[in-house]
């Protein structure tokens, strides 16, 4: 799933002061939550140690037990994005 982003990208090669981060989406939903996790876990695999990568897959594994049997609703995603 691809976000729609409202303002422009953000060059990651440039650190001027012109570059700033983009807001977070208003109200990310239970898959987007999950996609985030997993794409940072893949990005975390390539980029630290294998200790943080555990971290990373623990919390995707605690995030996934929420789903079991029915996904969670709007107030719960938002607790467990913050």
Partial sequence: MMLVAEEPVVNMTDFSRKNYIQA???DPTFNDLLE???NLREFGCSFYNEE???VLRAVQRFIETFRKGRVPDQDTTRR???
């Fill in 80 to 82: 467990l994005v913050f």
């Fill in 36 to 38: 985030a996790l997993g």
């Fill in 52 to 54: 943080t990568v555990g």
């Fill in 24 to 26: 977070a989406a208003k």
